[in-house]
């Protein structure tokens, strides 16, 4: 028994690839029917029309006004210090764009009644919830990956460019983390009110972000039971901070490897296909019909 | 009735709970009914009455408490029956971020239309609803009539054998509320199933085979709009150009009979009727 567990403790890695090749197989699978892609198509189409683009000019005001005076702060690091401020801004922006749209889009659909008619269509529950999943990751990949080339040109421009090389597979993590998150709002939209799920996957979210300290506070830990229940509720929890690197790759000897970013991947598309299935499963049980649910 | 039942309740009941299980209204009671292929069929009813729980229960977008429903002899959750189902709510419900054209398009992708026969469908319904022109323009600024009418064309781009219609003239002008009554009669032409709700009566009148009438979750009545509204001791006469004298002697005949004459007159058109007919004249003037 000792052997498998420290089997799996060293293959870890490799079984966090595995699964995440095999969810992402299962998203391309669900992904090649129509019905799911024209309501991702509509998810993706009713956000781009709404405010993701308001989003990208505040980004873009709020990182042009901080990032210079952040560069005077740390003399003779001042490359890094901008390039943390903008992968702080990607990931904080990003995390706005995919909580407000993932906890709405399902929350609109049903407010406005219009699932009503798409009830009286051929399409499962699964088109969908795997519709609006993959609707807010385009939003999401868009938004990021505007921001991401914002920043990659901002540092082409300065003497900082060697920096991207850096920056760019940090940008990638950060969308990864994104996709995760997407899967628990989605998730928490089939059971539970709009204002709860985007405080509830708030706060999960920076609780996520805390594993390491958590793991810390559990070290402290007197009663054994708490230990164990705080200890399941890691194991659960999405591993955010994982995903944020900017802290590490810039001021700890820490190497974004072609197994970390791999693992980390497969990693976020596992959880993100348990949470989406979960998602499917509530939805098909629940009765969007009674104005109680809304 | 002959013919094939397309739609059938089995003691169909629901009941609305709190979120603590306690019950605050029981829309449905026992509910039996049947909808038979090629008929236009009404529930009636006053607000309240369970006619729209009736249908979202039929759709499958709602559960029965007890009871059950059967569409096409199948569970209203079977998705393979959706394909033959067509929809248009109370409200015509409209992503309002679409135009006529993209939420046509959606529908039709979601129908699994290939994109040749959509664009040809979209022309045609677009057409059939007259709203060809404002097809570019966002759902958000259509009025009341415009959207009832894009609710319309999604059901039309479906082409479905069983159309449910939720209030389908409320909120509409008389001439919009004909169009929209011609559709239905046109699609029990083509050999449809309709089921419609209408508290309009004079509407239901109109157009439709069978009638149930619901009052606070219980069906009272069903029965065909002809033995429905049929008084059956009372007769009535309908004759043109009728001298004074001819009159007289018919108003004799009746009393000598040992009849109760109740009126002679000329008939009068209905409001409806009266109102098409001028405003046709009007357009013809112009």
Avoid at chain 2, 54 to 69: A, E, H, N
Avoid at chain 2, 92 to 115: I, K, V
């Amino acid at each position: 028994m000792s052997g498998l567990i420290k089997f799996l403790k060293e293959s870890w890695p490799q079984i966090q690839m595995a699964l995440g090749g095999l969810c992402l197989a299962l998203f391309v699978a669900g992904s090649a029917s129509k019905r799911a892609i024209a309501i991702a198509l509509n998810t993706m189409r009713e956000e781009l029309r709404k405010k993701i683009l308001y989003f990208l000019i505040l980004f873009a005001i709020i990182f042009i006004g901080v990032s210079g005076a952040v560069s005077k702060v740390q003399p003779g690091r001042e490359g890094e210090a901008v390039a943390q401020t903008g992968l702080f801004v990607v990931g904080l922006f990003g995390m706005l764009v995919a909580v407000f749209s993932a906890t709405t889009v399902l929350f609109s659909e049903i407010r406005g009644r219009t699932i009503f008619i798409l009830f009286s269509h051929p399409v499962w529950s699964f088109h969908i919830i795997l519709g609006k999943f993959l609707g807010v990751v385009a939003i999401v990949f868009i938004s990021v990956a505007l921001m991401g080339v914002g920043l990659v040109v901002y540092f082409a421009l300065t003497p900082w460019f060697g920096l991207v090389g850096i920056i760019i597979p940090a940008v990638v993590l950060i969308f990864f983390q994104l996709v995760m998150l997407t899967g628990m709002c989605i998730l928490g939209s089939t059971f539970l009110s709009r204002i709860t799920n985007i405080l509830l996957s708030m706060v999960l979210f920076f609780v996520g972000s805390g594993h390491s300290f958590f793991r810390d506070v559990i070290e402290m830990m007197k009663v054994p039971v708490m230990k164990y229940y705080v200890k399941a509720f890691l194991a659960i929890l999405p591993n955010f901070e994982k995903f944020s690197v900017r802290g590490k790759v810039f001021y700890e000897d820490f190497s974004l490897d072609a197994t970390y970013m791999l693992s980390a991947i497969g990693d976020s598309v596992f959880r993100a296909a348990v949470m989406v299935g979960l998602g499917i499963l509530f939805f098909r049980l629940k009765e969007v019909g009674t104005e109680r649910w809304e | 009735m002959d013919g094939n039942v397309v739609v059938r309740t089995y003691d169909l009941t629901k009941v609305y709970r709190t979120f603590w299980g306690k019950t605050y209204v029981r829309a449905l009671n026992k509910v039996n009914l049947e909808v038979y292929e090629g008929e236009i069929f009404a529930l009636l009813g006053p607000n309240g009455s369970g006619k729209t729980t009736t249908m979202k229960l039929l759709l499958g977008i709602m559960f029965p408490t007890d009871g059950r429903v059967e569409v096409f002899g199948k569970s209203p959750r079977d998705v393979t029956i959706k394909k033959d189902v067509g929809f248009m709510p109370e409200e015509s419900y409209l992503y309002r971020f679409l135009n006529a054209d993209e939420t046509l398009n959606f529908y039709g992708n979601l129908m699994g239309l290939d994109r040749k026969t959509r664009r040809k469908r979209i022309d045609e319904v677009l057409e059939t609803v007259g709203l060809t022109e404002v097809r570019k323009r966002r759902t958000r600024e259509y009025s009341k009539g415009m959207a009832r009418r894009i609710g319309m064309a999604q059901v039309l781009l479906k082409d479905p054998k069983l159309v449910v219609l939720d209030e389908p003239t409320i909120g509409l002008d008389p001439m919009g509320a004909r169009e929209i009554k011609d559709v239905t009669l046109k699609l029990k032409e083509r050999g449809k199933t309709v089921i419609l709700s209408s508290h309009l009566l004079a509407d239901v009148q109109d157009i439709c085979d069978r009638i149930a009438i619901l009052h606070r979750g219980d069906l009272i009545k069903t029965d065909s709009v002809e033995n429905l509204l049929t008084i059956e001791d009372t007769w009535e006469i309908v004759a043109k150009n009728l001298k004074d004298e001819t009159r007289r002697r018919v108003r004799e005949v009746i009393q000598e009979g040992g009849g109760d004459l109740q009126r002679i007159g000329h008939p009068r058109e209905s409001l409806e009727s009266l109102f098409l007919k001028t405003i046709k004249e009007k357009e013809v003037e112009k």
